[in-house]
């Protein structure tokens, strides 16, 4: 703390002496532009005439003698005039960075609602207060979302152990219980020891989509997309689905381990939120200075007000189906990656059923290369 006031005097101070040397040198300017040409004209007076420094009975005044001399007086008296005016005007101007530092102080993690509010005049400083009360708006935001994101976390871990601990708490608790019973409780444990497993690592491949594009490489959402759906059409065929692609090429830029994992998310979701002969069709393309990528699915009606809140963690169409089978992280994970990419999505509900998600990237080649 002491060290901070030390460094907030030191600024005035440097101000204080930038402001009063500007004074100073400006009294001496106007001082020397006086005083000069009155010597040369006493240098010059033609012979015969009164000395300037002679009062006469016609005439008074002031000599060059007497100027000089008050003009260094002046100089003097001009030091501590400008260090006071230089020390007061370089407070004023440090008044609205001392309101920013003291409220900065203030807000904290847990007080994050609190802004600078700094009103009139908009200077630098002023926009420099507008700027952090931005940055202060999507920290709170930001906390806020994270907030929520542990706890829904928390909750969607814990049910699967709580399962898992009743499972075996009963079958142990049997006294009656025989091999096929133990192999019946142990194969139980395994499947939901998958859907925990599973679910990290949907949590982790949030949190790696959300940790931004660290990998900028030239692909093909055509090859991308290809993999993907070869790798999908056993899923599909149990379900019964019809797994389709239009792939024709659509070079973009971006981490390819991302760009799969956005692909591969979009396509289980809509295999899985789909019925029994329904149909899933991906697209690719490019349409001038964009690629997209198009996933089309049938399946149940999704209301319009309900489409965003699924790209949130954990939110689900029907959250009061707690099946095994999702996690409602798959959509959440494509925005994350979305965004790292700096890429737009748009999604509307069909009429009929399902859903229609494209996302829009640049066409072209990483960020690196192109500049």
């Keep these: 703390m002491t060290s901070r006031r030390l460094t907030r005097r030191s600024l ?72 006071a005016l230089g020390w007061y005007v370089a407070g004023r101007f440090l008044d609205p960075l001392r309101a920013i530092t003291a409220t900065a102080k203030i807000i904290s993690a847990g007080n994050l609602h609190r802004r600078l ?15 952090l009360d931005d940055l202060f708006a999507r920290l709170e935001a930001s906390f806020d979302a994270q907030r929520h994101f542990v706890a829904n976390a928390s909750h969607e871990l814990r049910t699967p152990l709580a399962g898992l601990r009743t499972l075996l708490e009963v079958a142990l608790a049997d006294p009656d219980a025989d091999a096929d019973a133990l192999r019946s409780a142990c194969q139980e444990a395994l499947a939901l ?15 790696t ?8 490489d030239t692909l093909d959402l055509a090859d ?18 019809d797994l389709a692609g239009h792939l024709t090429p659509a ?37 001038g200075t964009q690629v997209a990528l198009t996933v089309v699915n049938s399946g149940p009606v999704v209301p319009e007000d309900q489409i965003q809140r699924l790209f949130q963690p954990f939110q689900k169409l029907a959250p009061e189906r707690h099946g095994r089978d999702g996690y409602g992280l798959g959509l959440a994970i494509v925005s994350a990656v979305t ?32 500049q």
Excluded: C, M
């Design 12 to 83: 005035r101070k440097r101000l204080a002496l930038v402001y009063a040397a500007g004074v100073y040198a400006a009294g001496v300017l106007v001082l020397v532009f006086v005083d000069l040409p009155l010597a040369g004209i006493q240098e010059t007076r033609p012979a015969g005439l009164p000395e300037p420094g002679t009062v006469t009975e016609t005439e008074s005044g002031i000599g060059l003698p007497q100027l000089l001399t008050g003009s260094a007086v002046a100089l003097v008296v001009l030091v501590p005039v400008a260090l």
């Design 117 to 131: 509010d700094l009103g009139e005049p908009t200077d630098e400083l002023t926009e420099l207060g507008h700027t």
């Design 193 to 207: 020891g998958g859907y925990q497993e599973r679910l990290v690592e949907a949590l982790l491949a949030l949190a």
């Design 209 to 216: 989509s959300e940790r931004g594009v660290t990998r900028w």
């Design 224 to 241: 991308v997309a290809g993999g993907v759906l070869a790798s999908r059409r056993d899923q599909a065929t149990r379900r019964g689905v």
């Design 251 to 287: 070079v973009t830029a971006g981490d390819p381990g991302l760009l799969e994992s956005l692909v591969a998310n979009l396509v289980d979701n809509a295999i899985r939120h789909n019925h029994a002969g329904g149909h899933v069709k991906v697209t690719t393309r490019t349409s």
């Design 339 to 370: 965004q790292a990419h700096h890429a737009t999505l748009a999604a509307r509900a069909r009429p009929e059923g399902g859903l229609s998600i494209t996302v829009r990237f640049t066409h072209g080649s990483p960020p690196s290369q192109g």
